[in-house]
């Protein structure tokens, strides 16, 4: 996602609590374990906002208090809303997140319509030490990769859903609880580390001049897979660490694999994030490809550099251009033998 330039946003509240149903509360769920729950943790660079907390404790004891609203969700990371979710989803929908009153609207009826699985997805973090985890992942991690990154991480509940785990850029990271796709445990576990290799390689392709490039997003998405793959000690399936696949999945990859690299090199150079490579979903290229075509194509380039040059050279792909990792990688040959 390409990051939007914020714009500075004046605002006057004019009311702070409004009643809602009584059929909004629940007594049985743990509001005052909620309100122990830190408004946020910094873990070395990383900041981790706890939004959903205040998103739900604005409808404690029957009230709506717009205030905290505007307060501990919209201003902690007022960037993400203005910025990140304020863009990616068309000016259509960008009055729901870059000012106050869009924020208060869609904050407390989302929350009416959907407050059993708001509070069975809040359980869910209020039964993890995150701290403890970012803490354990981020010693791994950063034995492993050349850079440690600074980013800023948001838990929140939204009315469109669409980045999942992941965000415009390092200060712009949220993790969506109540996306369909999100399995919080399973992406705080396996996803963090994927996630944060985004970051680190965000930081060493900036000066990459075909960073833009369909060919240099399917190396990033690839290589944050491979990463995974070596993170957990190379344990873990392939299939797994490439969005989740089932083995039935790769072996349908490998079957089309001539055909999809074939087909999809016309791509590598295109800049406008619209071709088959990025969005198989819309352009029907492989209409029965089970998973994203760049995921899986960008594991299978690193994944034979690796092969070719042993298998400590993952490291040298923060400091490869995504078409000299191709070159060398040899995959090209490889598909010419197949």
């Known amino acids: 996602m390409k990051k939007i330039i914020p714009f500075?946003?004046?605002?006057?509240?004019?009311?702070?609590?409004?009643?809602?149903?009584?059929?909004?509360?629940?007594?049985?769920?743990?509001?005052?374990?909620?309100?122990?729950?830190?408004?946020?943790?910094?873990?070395?660079?990383?900041?981790?906002?706890?939004?959903?907390?205040?998103?739900?404790?604005?409808?404690?004891?029957?009230?709506?208090?717009?205030?905290?609203?505007?307060?501990?969700?919209?201003?902690?990371?007022?960037?993400?809303?203005d910025s990140c979710y304020g863009s990616i989803f068309g000016d259509e929908n960008a009055h729901l997140f870059n000012n106050p009153k869009g924020m208060i609207a869609w904050n407390k009826t989302l929350y009416e319509k959907?407050?059993?699985?708001?509070?069975?997805?809040?359980?869910?973090?209020?039964?993890?030490?995150?701290?403890?985890?970012f803490q354990k992942t981020l010693i791994k991690f950063n034995k492993l990769v050349p850079y440690q990154p600074k980013a800023k991480i948001s838990l929140l509940f939204t009315p469109i859903t669409g980045i999942s785990f992941g965000g415009c850029n390092a200060e712009q990271f949220a993790l969506e609880l109540n996306?369909?796709?999100?399995?919080?445990?399973?992406?705080?576990?396996?996803?963090?580390?994927?996630?944060?290799?985004?970051?680190?390689?965000?930081?060493f392709r900036n000066g990459d001049n075909n960073g833009g490039s369909a060919l240099n997003q399917t190396i990033d998405e690839g290589f944050a897979c491979y990463f995974t793959y070596v993170f957990f000690n190379r344990k873990m399936e392939k299939y797994e660490a490439v969005e989740n696949m089932t083995k039935d999945n790769w072996n349908w990859y490998l079957k089309h694999e001539k055909k999809i690299f074939i087909q999809l090199k016309p791509y590598f150079s295109d800049r406008s994030g619209n071709n088959p490579l990025l969005r198989n979903d819309k352009f029907k290229l492989f209409p029965e490809a089970p998973k994203s075509m760049n995921y899986w194509l960008g594991f299978r380039i690193i994944e034979k550099y690796v092969e070719k040059n042993g298998p400590e050279s993952w490291k040298d792909i923060y400091h490869l251009n995504a078409s000299d990792l191709l070159e060398k990688s040899g995959y090209e040959k490889y598909i010419e033998s197949l």
Do not use: M
């Open 8 to 81: 500075i946003l004046a605002f006057v509240i004019l009311s702070c609590a409004t009643k809602t149903p009584s059929t909004i509360a629940d007594k049985n769920f743990d509001y005052n374990g909620l309100e122990k729950v830190p408004d946020s943790v910094q873990v070395e660079n990383i900041v981790i906002n706890n939004l959903f907390k205040h998103q739900l404790l604005a409808h404690k004891n029957q009230q709506y208090d717009s205030a905290r609203i505007i307060k501990n969700v919209y201003l902690p990371h007022k960037k993400l809303w």
């Open 114 to 133: 959907n407050k059993q699985e708001f509070e069975n997805k809040a359980n869910i973090i209020l039964n993890i030490d995150l701290q403890k985890h």
């Open 179 to 203: 996306n369909k796709n999100v399995d919080i445990l399973y992406s705080l576990e396996k996803g963090l580390p994927h996630e944060l290799n985004h970051l680190v390689y965000e930081h």
